[in-house]
């Protein structure tokens, strides 16, 4: 295995488990738009407990940390796909959108051509259908905010095959 993390094989995500845990099972929905796949991590928060007596800190209170939002774009996609992604159903071969917008959650799997695979247990997802008239090509824009898994034990974010 290499110690390099290049490129992208492939982009899944999968049912979280019914204890809360991270899914055993994962389906790759589609191929993921040249360029589109980024990391967004915010800083961590920390605030400083200040007097007007001093210019530095007294103390800092507990960090808080950042918020990190994975975000790709998929460039072929079918019912299935929009299920997992959107919520709805498909009837009669349609897909068809809930009247509310539904909280969908999914364990995601990012295996990267070399290197290990980035595991994120529980992530919110949302998407948005995208047309870019550059490239010429319907996509989905799908953006996974890291949640913390419900099960107890369970890291928010693991590195490597388990």
Same mark, same amino acid.
């Given at each position: 295995?290499?110690?390099?993390?290049?490129?992208?094989?492939?982009?899944?995500?999968? =049912?979280?488990?019914? =204890?809360?845990?991270?899914?055993?099972?994962?389906?790759?929905?589609?191929?993921?738009?040249?360029?589109?796949?980024?990391?967004?991590?915010?800083?961590?928060?920390?605030?400083?407990?200040?007097?007007?007596?001093?210019?530095?800190?007294?103390?800092?209170?507990?960090?808080?940390?950042?918020?990190?939002?994975?975000?790709?774009?998929?460039?072929?996609?079918?019912?299935d796909?929009?299920?997992?992604?959107?919520?709805?159903?498909?009837?009669?071969?349609?897909?068809q959108?809930? =009247?509310?917008?539904?909280?969908v959650?999914?364990?995601?799997?990012?295996?990267?051509?070399?290197?290990?695979?980035?595991?994120?247990?529980?992530?919110?997802?949302?998407?948005?259908?995208?047309?870019?008239?550059?490239?010429?090509?319907?996509?989905?824009?799908?953006?996974?905010?890291k949640?913390?898994?419900?099960?107890?034990?369970?890291?928010?974010?693991?590195?490597?095959?388990?």
């Open positions: 295995m290499s110690k390099y993390v290049t490129g992208i094989q492939k982009i899944e995500l999968g =049912d979280i488990a019914p =204890d809360g845990g991270c899914a055993t099972s994962f389906d790759k929905l589609g191929y993921t738009r040249e360029g589109t796949l980024a990391f967004n991590v915010s800083d961590d928060q920390t605030q400083d407990i200040n007097v007007e007596e001093l210019d530095d800190p007294i103390m800092q209170t507990v960090t808080t940390k950042g918020t990190t939002d994975v975000s790709y774009s998929m460039t072929d996609f079918d019912n796909i929009m299920v997992a992604v959107f919520g709805g159903q498909v009837v009669n071969n349609q897909y959108a809930p =009247d509310q917008t539904p909280v959650e999914k364990s995601l799997k990012i295996t990267p051509r070399t290197g290990k695979p980035f595991i994120y247990p529980r992530m919110k997802v949302t998407a948005k259908v995208n047309y870019d008239s550059t490239g010429k090509i319907f996509q989905l824009d799908i953006t996974c905010r949640l913390k898994p419900e099960k107890v034990g369970v890291p928010s974010f693991m590195w490597g095959e388990p």
